[in-house]
């Protein structure tokens, strides 16, 4: 029962690597489409670029939260 369960929990980091990729690169994608709407004189820039490092760090913010809140052990561990 346990090694079924450490062999679900190795699954899940492993596909939390694909989520964290897309959401990194996603993220890094909002903030360039944000940077280029300010150049370009666009006041809604700066909303695409703060909503670019959510995404992007969003994985390292949750990570912090559940730290805070005493469930380290919730904490998946991507398998890269």
Known sequence: MIAQ???LRDGFGAA????FMVGF???ILKIWGGANAISKGDSE???GILAGIIIAAAAAIMGALF???GLQDAILTPRF
């Open 67 to 69: 730290m805070i809140f």
């Open 25 to 27: 690169f996603w993220g």
């Open 45 to 47: 820039g700066k909303g």
């Open 16 to 19: 939390l690597v694909l989520v």
């Open 5 to 7: 369960l450490q062999t």
